[in-house]
Protein backbone atom coordinates (compact mmCIF):
# COMPACT_ATOMS: atom_id res chain seq x y z
CA UNK A 1 0.00 0.00 0.00
CA UNK A 2 1.05 3.55 -0.02
CA UNK A 3 3.43 4.96 2.42
CA UNK A 4 4.86 8.16 3.49
CA UNK A 5 8.23 7.98 4.52
CA UNK A 6 9.86 10.79 7.08
CA UNK A 7 13.42 11.15 7.53
CA UNK A 8 15.50 12.08 9.85
CA UNK A 9 13.39 10.04 12.50
CA UNK A 10 15.51 11.28 15.54
CA UNK A 11 17.37 14.51 15.32
CA UNK A 12 19.28 16.72 17.66
CA UNK A 13 20.94 20.11 17.01
CA UNK A 14 22.52 22.96 18.62
CA UNK A 15 20.71 25.93 19.11
CA UNK A 16 20.44 28.14 15.95
CA UNK A 17 21.52 25.48 13.46
CA UNK A 18 18.71 24.76 10.95
CA UNK A 19 17.53 21.10 10.36
CA UNK A 20 15.56 20.01 7.46
CA UNK A 21 13.34 16.59 7.99
CA UNK A 22 12.39 15.05 4.66
CA UNK A 23 8.77 14.11 3.39
CA UNK A 24 8.48 11.66 0.67
CA UNK A 25 5.19 9.69 -0.74
CA UNK A 26 6.68 6.34 -1.72
CA UNK A 27 4.34 4.61 -4.36
CA UNK A 28 1.90 7.42 -5.21
CA UNK A 29 2.12 11.29 -6.20
CA UNK A 30 0.74 14.14 -3.47
CA UNK A 31 0.39 17.21 -4.80
CA UNK A 32 0.04 18.54 -1.14
CA UNK A 33 1.29 17.53 2.39
CA UNK A 34 0.63 18.64 5.55
CA UNK A 35 3.15 19.38 8.24
CA UNK A 36 2.30 18.79 11.94
CA UNK A 37 3.82 19.52 15.33
CA UNK A 38 3.03 17.47 18.09
CA UNK A 39 4.22 18.44 21.83
CA UNK A 40 4.74 15.63 24.55
CA UNK A 41 0.82 13.93 25.64
CA UNK A 42 -0.39 15.79 23.14
CA UNK A 43 -2.88 16.38 20.27
CA UNK A 44 -1.52 16.95 16.53
CA UNK A 45 -1.17 20.92 15.60
CA UNK A 46 -1.24 21.69 11.46
CA UNK A 47 1.35 23.68 10.83
CA UNK A 48 1.20 24.24 7.38
CA UNK A 49 0.23 22.80 3.78
CA UNK A 50 2.75 22.28 1.50
CA UNK A 51 1.55 22.36 -2.26
CA UNK A 52 3.55 21.81 -4.94
CA UNK A 53 5.15 23.73 -7.25
CA UNK A 54 3.36 26.54 -5.37
CA UNK A 55 4.11 28.40 -2.02
CA UNK A 56 3.05 26.82 0.99
CA UNK A 57 0.02 27.86 3.33
CA UNK A 58 0.84 28.01 6.97
CA UNK A 59 -1.64 28.42 10.13
CA UNK A 60 -2.38 31.02 12.25
CA UNK A 61 0.74 31.53 14.69
CA UNK A 62 3.04 29.91 12.48
CA UNK A 63 6.13 31.53 11.52
CA UNK A 64 6.85 31.29 7.51
CA UNK A 65 10.40 32.32 7.98
CA UNK A 66 11.13 29.93 11.07
CA UNK A 67 9.31 26.92 9.40
CA UNK A 68 10.57 26.80 5.70
CA UNK A 69 8.30 24.60 3.60
CA UNK A 70 9.40 23.13 -0.54
CA UNK A 71 7.30 20.91 -2.39
CA UNK A 72 9.67 20.70 -5.64
CA UNK A 73 8.07 17.87 -6.65
CA UNK A 74 5.17 15.27 -6.15
CA UNK A 75 7.16 13.18 -4.25
CA UNK A 76 8.54 14.93 -1.68
CA UNK A 77 8.24 17.78 0.90
CA UNK A 78 10.73 19.35 3.28
CA UNK A 79 10.30 21.38 6.16
CA UNK A 80 13.54 23.37 7.18
CA UNK A 81 13.59 24.45 10.82
CA UNK A 82 15.73 27.76 10.74
CA UNK A 83 17.91 29.06 13.40
CA UNK A 84 16.57 26.54 15.99
CA UNK A 85 16.18 26.93 19.73
CA UNK A 86 14.78 24.78 22.72
CA UNK A 87 11.50 25.78 22.67
CA UNK A 88 11.52 24.27 18.75
CA UNK A 89 11.85 20.78 20.29
CA UNK A 90 9.11 18.57 19.62
CA UNK A 91 7.89 15.89 17.22
CA UNK A 92 7.02 16.92 13.64
CA UNK A 93 4.99 14.66 11.36
CA UNK A 94 3.92 15.17 7.94
CA UNK A 95 1.08 13.25 5.71
CA UNK A 96 -0.08 13.04 2.30
CA UNK A 97 -4.16 12.60 1.55
CA UNK A 98 -5.09 9.21 0.14
CA UNK A 99 -5.96 11.02 -3.01
CA UNK A 100 -7.35 15.13 -3.07
CA UNK A 101 -10.12 15.84 -1.14
CA UNK A 102 -9.93 12.60 1.00
CA UNK A 103 -9.87 12.89 4.53
CA UNK A 104 -7.95 9.40 4.83
CA UNK A 105 -4.06 9.95 4.41
CA UNK A 106 -0.75 8.67 5.05
CA UNK A 107 1.57 9.60 7.51
CA UNK A 108 4.92 9.76 8.35
CA UNK A 109 6.82 7.70 10.72
CA UNK A 110 7.62 11.36 12.53
CA UNK A 111 10.77 13.53 13.43
CA UNK A 112 11.81 13.82 17.09
CA UNK A 113 14.11 17.56 16.96
CA UNK A 114 15.74 18.03 20.11
CA UNK A 115 17.64 21.25 20.03
CA UNK A 116 20.40 21.96 22.87
CA UNK B 1 -14.61 21.89 10.57
CA UNK B 2 -17.01 20.21 12.98
CA UNK B 3 -15.78 20.20 16.09
CA UNK B 4 -15.58 16.97 18.02
CA UNK B 5 -15.42 15.78 21.58
CA UNK B 6 -13.69 12.15 22.66
CA UNK B 7 -13.40 10.94 26.47
CA UNK B 8 -10.08 12.12 27.08
CA UNK B 9 -9.04 8.45 28.62
CA UNK B 10 -10.61 4.98 28.95
CA UNK B 11 -9.31 1.63 30.39
CA UNK B 12 -10.24 -2.25 29.38
CA UNK B 13 -8.56 -5.56 29.67
CA UNK B 14 -7.52 -8.06 27.10
CA UNK B 15 -10.11 -9.65 25.18
CA UNK B 16 -12.54 -7.25 25.86
CA UNK B 17 -14.63 -4.81 23.53
CA UNK B 18 -14.36 -1.37 23.72
CA UNK B 19 -16.33 1.22 22.58
CA UNK B 20 -15.12 4.95 22.04
CA UNK B 21 -17.27 7.30 21.30
CA UNK B 22 -17.31 10.77 19.88
CA UNK B 23 -19.65 13.82 19.18
CA UNK B 24 -20.07 15.81 16.64
CA UNK B 25 -23.03 17.76 16.82
CA UNK B 26 -22.32 20.40 14.37
CA UNK B 27 -21.05 17.73 11.57
CA UNK B 28 -22.23 18.68 8.25
CA UNK B 29 -23.78 17.47 5.24
CA UNK B 30 -20.50 16.43 2.94
CA UNK B 31 -18.37 15.42 6.38
CA UNK B 32 -17.16 12.00 6.69
CA UNK B 33 -16.43 10.69 9.80
CA UNK B 34 -12.43 9.14 10.36
CA UNK B 35 -10.91 7.47 13.29
CA UNK B 36 -7.12 7.39 13.35
CA UNK B 37 -4.80 4.97 15.64
CA UNK B 38 -1.67 6.80 17.22
CA UNK B 39 1.33 5.05 19.23
CA UNK B 40 4.03 6.53 20.98
CA UNK B 41 6.48 8.61 18.79
CA UNK B 42 4.69 7.54 15.64
CA UNK B 43 2.66 8.50 13.01
CA UNK B 44 -1.05 8.29 13.39
CA UNK B 45 -2.48 5.27 11.09
CA UNK B 46 -5.89 5.03 9.44
CA UNK B 47 -8.16 2.82 11.26
CA UNK B 48 -11.87 3.75 9.18
CA UNK B 49 -14.08 5.79 7.78
CA UNK B 50 -17.94 6.29 7.29
CA UNK B 51 -20.58 8.47 6.79
CA UNK B 52 -23.61 6.79 8.02
CA UNK B 53 -24.92 3.58 9.33
CA UNK B 54 -21.81 1.00 10.14
CA UNK B 55 -18.40 0.08 8.56
CA UNK B 56 -16.46 -2.82 9.25
CA UNK B 57 -13.55 -3.74 8.40
CA UNK B 58 -10.57 -6.06 9.86
CA UNK B 59 -9.83 -4.45 12.63
CA UNK B 60 -13.07 -2.30 13.80
CA UNK B 61 -16.53 -1.68 13.00
CA UNK B 62 -17.52 1.93 12.96
CA UNK B 63 -21.37 2.66 14.34
CA UNK B 64 -23.08 6.31 12.75
CA UNK B 65 -26.83 6.78 13.84
CA UNK B 66 -29.36 8.50 11.73
CA UNK B 67 -28.58 12.18 12.71
CA UNK B 68 -24.39 11.62 12.65
CA UNK B 69 -24.14 13.85 15.37
CA UNK B 70 -21.91 10.53 16.75
CA UNK B 71 -19.82 7.57 15.99
CA UNK B 72 -19.22 4.85 17.78
CA UNK B 73 -15.12 3.36 17.33
CA UNK B 74 -15.37 -0.74 18.35
CA UNK B 75 -12.38 -2.61 19.02
CA UNK B 76 -13.76 -6.41 19.24
CA UNK B 77 -11.53 -8.63 21.57
CA UNK B 78 -8.75 -6.04 22.20
CA UNK B 79 -4.71 -6.79 22.71
CA UNK B 80 -2.21 -4.87 24.93
CA UNK B 81 -0.89 -3.59 21.49
CA UNK B 82 -4.19 -1.78 21.12
CA UNK B 83 -2.99 0.80 24.05
CA UNK B 84 -2.69 3.82 21.84
CA UNK B 85 -4.34 7.47 21.58
CA UNK B 86 -7.52 7.71 19.31
CA UNK B 87 -8.80 10.26 17.00
CA UNK B 88 -12.02 10.80 16.08
CA UNK B 89 -11.87 13.30 12.96
CA UNK B 90 -14.98 14.99 11.27
CA UNK B 91 -14.41 16.50 7.17
CA UNK B 92 -15.41 16.76 3.87
CA UNK B 93 -13.93 14.51 1.00
CA UNK B 94 -15.49 16.92 -1.59
CA UNK B 95 -12.52 19.26 -2.42
CA UNK B 96 -9.70 19.73 -0.31
CA UNK B 97 -9.50 18.91 3.07
CA UNK B 98 -7.29 19.40 6.02
CA UNK B 99 -7.56 17.00 8.99
CA UNK B 100 -8.14 18.67 12.26
CA UNK B 101 -7.01 16.71 15.41
CA UNK B 102 -8.98 16.67 18.67
CA UNK B 103 -7.46 15.48 22.06
CA UNK B 104 -8.13 11.70 21.30
CA UNK B 105 -8.86 9.01 23.43
CA UNK B 106 -5.97 7.52 25.59
CA UNK B 107 -6.75 3.58 25.48
CA UNK B 108 -5.06 1.93 28.32
CA UNK B 109 -5.11 -2.30 27.61
CA UNK B 110 -3.65 -3.95 30.72
CA UNK B 111 -3.36 -8.04 31.10
Known amino acids: GAVVSQHPSRVICKSGTSVKIECRSL??????MFWYRQFPKKSLMLMAT?????????EQGVEKDKFLINHASLTLSTLTVTSAHPEDSSFYIC????????????FGQGTRLTVV | LAKTTQPISMDSYEGQEVNITCSHN???????ITWYQQFPSQGPRFIIQ???TKVTNEVASLFIPADRKSSTLSLPRVSLSDTAVYYC????????????FGKGTMLLVSP
Open chain 1, 95 to 106: SAPKSTGMTEAF
Open chain 1, 27 to 32: DFQATT
Open chain 1, 50 to 58: SNEGSKATY
Open chain 2, 26 to 32: NIATNDY
Open chain 2, 50 to 52: GYK
Open chain 2, 89 to 100: LVGTNSGYSTLT
